[in-house]
């Protein structure tokens, strides 16, 4: 609500209005004038022109629009902590690195399970990226990945933390906010406030899909063949293309990710990290 007023401040909208009228206007340098004519901007988006029931009713939008992107996280966070896999035998685990197992390990001793080690188990994975990757891109058990994906994938989407009518609500408010505007839809409202117009975005997405559609689909027609060249008979899915695509990187380039990471370690990347923005 405080930004909504803030936003929808008569005063502070005047007084931003009062300077690029007055003037002073001419004595500001560009950057100056930009921040101004950015402010002006964000007062007319955030509603500031409106008057009576449109404005009672653009402030009830926005707020709506809060809580359902509340609930929203809520829900994508607890269905991926609802999914829990436990897994006792070494051989459904077999090509997992050992940062994958040991981490397995932990979650397992932290759900009770004591005598859990890296290398007899038994390993607890969830749908927590650093749980959930590594299964996808070095698991050997196609089953596991699978079940993993799936999982991954219907997040939310079923029950009672189903987001599917949230995402139906959010499109419809969305839509009525950009018409109480003045915009033809959401996606104009969104570009307002952008370097780029609809039309040039949607240009240079479509120019981003003609350069790289090609080279997509060579690269994984590559993982494909791979795939056979290994003697992996069945049709290459979305659980196995990670997993294809990582042994054939470490087939062509002989790179292992987990002989990278001693390097990669957070002291190191902070460090190199600062040392860089010293050098720059």
Request: charged fraction near 30%.
């Amino acid at each position: 609500k405080l930004r909504l007023r803030l936003s929808q401040s008569r005063p502070l909208y005047d007084a931003f209005l009062a300077l690029k009228e007055g003037p002073e206007w001419t004595t500001l340098n560009d950057t100056q004038k930009r921040i101004v004519d950015n402010e002006l901007r964000d007062f007319k988006l955030g509603g500031v022109s409106l008057e009576g029931e449109r404005k009672e009713r653009f402030n009830a939008i926005q707020q709506e629009l809060t809580q359902l992107s509340t609930s929203y996280s809520n829900n994508v966070l607890d269905g991926t902590k609802a999914f829990k896999r436990l897994v006792t035998d070494a051989a459904d685990v077999d090509g997992l690195p050992s940062s994958a197992l040991g981490l397995a390990a932990q979650q397992a001793k932290a759900a009770g399970h004591e005598s859990a080690t890296p290398e007899s188990g038994p390993w607890l994975f969830t749908l927590d990226f650093p749980s959930y990757y590594p299964v996808l891109t070095h698991c050997k058990n196609r089953a596991l990945r699978e079940e993993m994906y799936t999982a991954y994938m219907a997040r939310a989407s079923t029950g009672k933390i189903d987001n599917s009518p949230i995402i139906e609500r959010v499109l419809s408010l969305r839509k009525e906010k950009a018409q109480l505007l003045g915009f033809e839809n959401f996606a104009e409202l969104s570009m307002a406030s952008k370097m780029a117009d609809l039309t040039s975005a949607e240009a240079l997405l479509e120019e981003l899909r003609k350069s790289s559609i090609d080279a997509a689909r060579t690269e994984l027609e590559e993982v494909r063949e791979f795939a056979r060249q290994q003697g992996f008979e069945d049709e290459v899915k979305w659980w196995d293309v990670a997993f294809w695509a990582e042994r054939l990187r470490e087939a062509r380039y002989n790179i292992n990710e987990e002989e990278l990471r001693p390097y990669f370690a957070l002291p190191n990347v902070l460090e190199g990290l600062f040392g860089l923005a010293k050098r720059l």
